[in-house]
């Protein structure tokens, strides 16, 4: 397979972000996995593998039997050395984010400058086009592969918080619910997620490696900012829907592409997303917090990034928090 023969890098544009056409690229890469190329991919639900409720549900429901009954299994044995696996595992996330968010930037750069936001949010023609589709669909089957994150926690005996397993179980099935839901929207929550993936995976990457990185904390404030965005313009798609469909006498900006079922999905899903989030950030790294976060520990309601090793986790107990450093000496379980 001859890559080199679609390589074609002009100067940089509205319609080549990146001066090289990466998409010709891709398309030949899908082919050559799949048998036929991107540019003919299309989503039908009961026939694309992990296209039903049933396919989605089934797999997350799988994901907590094995980590819940994993993490028992494991009480009988030392924890795994998964060093290697690790940074494998890490490394093949970052490229894959990387390289989904640069795909996503060539297609949507064009018709953001050229249309407009709300055309590229709320009109199909603008937030759902073939392309984003195969994109959407992609990036929806990397949440799955995502679930090792947890299987790897476990094996290696670190705690299994509540935070990170319903995030985990969660994201995978908001991505299905917008993809058959077809919301134009979605590309904002998705290429938001993508680039956070991309800085955290790199870090866990990283710390695997046993390189200290002081920016942990701030991927906490970027998944933060990335919820506030994502809800801001979910919610702005939603009302503009809903509006325009059983209240035209409201102001509305006009009519927004996308099934209801997806939007108070999207609503609900990054709604608790974001309280989530901000009370991990509250418990972990503010001093006022101390007090809260002892209790929010020791009573469940939330716990700290399974991400820590004991020494945080007794730190935070303890009423010291991050103040003492404790919460800098972490690494990917």
């Keep these: 397979m001859d890559f080199a023969k679609l390589v074609d890098i002009q100067v940089p544009s509205v319609d080549r972000p990146f001066g090289l056409h990466l998409w010709p690229i891709f398309n030949k890469a899908f082919e050559y996995a799949v048998g036929y190329p991107a540019d003919q991919f299309k989503f039908e639900q009961g026939v694309t593998p992990m296209s039903t409720l049933k396919e989605s549900v089934a797999f997350i429901a799988t994901y907590y039997v094995i980590i819940f009954s994993g993490r028992e299994v494991m009480k009988n044995f030392a924890p795994a050395q998964l060093r290697t696996l690790f940074q494998i595992h890490n490394f093949v996330l970052t490229a894959i984010s990387a390289i989904l968010l640069a795909l996503f930037i060539e297609q949507l750069a064009p018709t953001l400058?050229?249309?407009?936001?709300?055309?590229?949010?709320?009109?199909?023609?603008?937030?759902?086009?073939?392309?984003?589709?195969?994109?959407?669909?992609?990036?929806?089957?990397?949440?799955?592969?995502?679930?090792?994150?947890?299987?790897?926690?476990?094996?290696?005996?670190?705690?299994?918080?509540?935070?990170?397993?319903?995030?985990?179980?969660?994201?995978?099935?908001?991505?299905?619910?917008?993809?058959?839901?077809?919301?134009?929207?979605?590309?904002?929550?998705?290429?938001?997620n993508l680039g956070v993936h991309v800085v955290m995976y790199w870090y866990y990457f990283q710390a695997a490696r046993g390189v200290q990185v002081w920016w942990k904390q701030w991927i906490t404030r970027l998944q933060i900012t990335q919820f506030v965005i994502d809800l801001f313009a979910v919610y702005f798609a939603s009302y503009t829907y809903f509006t325009s469909t059983y209240f035209p006498n409201m102001p509305t900006f006009g009519s927004c592409a996308g099934e209801e079922f997806a939007a108070f999905a999207g609503c609900g899903i990054l709604s608790s997303y974001l309280f989530l989030f901000l009370s991990f950030y509250a418990a972990t790294y503010k001093r006022s917090g101390k007090r809260a976060a002892r209790k929010s520990i020791s009573n469940g309601t939330i716990a700290i990034d399974p991400k820590f090793n004991d020494e945080a986790v007794a730190a935070i107990r303890n009423g010291k928090g991050a103040a003492n450093g404790g919460a800098s000496k972490t690494r990917k379980a």
């Design 113 to 192: 400058i050229n249309n407009g936001i709300f055309y590229t949010i709320c009109n199909k023609d603008g937030g759902w086009t073939q392309p984003l589709v195969v994109l959407y669909y992609l990036n929806y089957l990397t949440k799955y592969v995502e679930l090792l994150d947890t299987v790897f926690l476990f094996l290696k005996k670190k705690p299994l918080t509540f935070l990170h397993c319903y995030h985990h179980g969660a994201t995978a099935f908001l991505c299905y619910t917008q993809l058959i839901g077809s919301t134009a929207v979605s590309w904002v929550p998705i290429t938001l």
